[in-house]
Structures are given as structure tokens and as C-alpha cells.
């Protein structure tokens, strides 16, 4: 596992936030979770390594716009994404910008948990 095991979560939906937690504290991740990504930003140190999970679909600043905001701060943290509704256009203009992958939900924990490693490494050597 990654040295640097930060790991925020970002989802409006409050059931699906309370399992990424689970989910990432079960696997020895320092977790933290926001109910949108404008409470990530406020909140979030973004100069420190780590990865972002967040869904594609956020009221207000939607998961692209975030990424977009993260490259624009220069910021280490690495994303994946996670979408009921995944666009392809918007999937894979995420993916061209340098996040590590887009999982459709419902996605499996292996799943979830290799993109995280995944991030975590890229974040490390950013």
C-alpha cells in the first residue's frame, strides 16, 4: 500500500458516501467524506498527496470542474471517478486530463480499491 493512504470521498448522496467511508477505512485508508465538492475545496489541503474519489454528477461543482480546479492549483492529489450515469464524452475527457479511471456504479470493492492504489502511487509521484 501507498506511504500517503489519504483518501476524501466526494458524493451528494450520503448512503453512498457513508460506504465509500467503510469501504476505505476497512482497507487502512486515512478517509475523510464531503457532501459536495465546493466543501472539499474549502476544506481541503490541496498541495498534500492523496486521491479523490468523487462522483461525475455533483450539484454545483460536478466532478470534472473539480479535477479542472485541481490541475489549475497544481495540486498532487490524484482522482477517480465514480457515476450511475456514466457520459462517455465526459468519461473519457476526465481520463485524458489525468485522472486514473471512471467506475460505473455499482462498481466492486476490488475495483474501487486498485483505482485507489493506482491514484495513490500516481499522487506519490506527482
Known sequence: MSPHKRVFAVDDDEAVLKSLLAIMRWHGYDAQGFLSAEEFLRQT??????CVVADLQLPGIDGLELQQRLLAAQSPLAMVAVSGAANIAVAVKFVENGAVTVLEKPYLEEALVA????????SDEA
Request: hydrophobic fraction near 50%.
Open 115 to 122: 483505482a485507489i492504489e493506482k491514484a495513490l502511487a500516481a
Open 45 to 50: 489541503p490541496l498541495h498534500e498527496p492523496g
